[in-house]
């Protein structure tokens, strides 16, 4: 499976942005995909993620309430909406996909596909 992810760039404090996550070479309408962010200087933390059917999500505690993880399974595609962007939110967003279930989605460990990453900048 091929990840493509985009629709970052530089928003103001406050604005919103919505990332998209277009899989190719493999259908993963049976994968549990999640999104991950590493900030400059940071390490990789996990942000949120989404079981194949779209039932059940699981968020950060620092992004709960502002972010929504979704999916189009029939276009092959997740997306992050963010909300109420802070500063703090700075990263390189990566999104990922596991084949088939977990009970550790937050952990990047049981994810076995990378997708390149896209920058969101929040500016104060």
């Known amino acids: 499976v091929q990840l493509q992810a985009y629709g970052g760039g530089l928003v103001p404090s406050g604005g919103s942005l919505r990332l998209s996550c277009a899989a190719s070479g493999r259908t993963i309408s049976t994968s549990t995909m999640g999104w991950f962010r590493r900030a400059p200087g940071k390490e990789r933390e996990f942000v949120a993620a989404?079981?194949?059917?779209?039932?059940?999500?699981l968020y950060a505690d620092f992004v709960k309430g502002r972010f929504t993880i979704s999916r189009e399974n029939a276009k092959n595609t997740v997306y992050l909406q963010m909300n109420s962007l802070k500063p703090e939110d700075t990263a390189v967003y990566y999104c990922?996909?596991?084949?088939?279930?977990?009970?550790?989605?937050?952990?990047?460990?049981?994810?076995?596909?990378w997708g390149q990453g896209t920058l969101v900048t929040v500016s104060s």
């Open positions: 989404i079981s194949w059917t779209g039932a059940n999500t």
């Open positions: 990922a996909a596991r084949r088939g279930v977990t009970t550790k989605k937050d952990d990047a460990r049981e994810y076995h596909y």
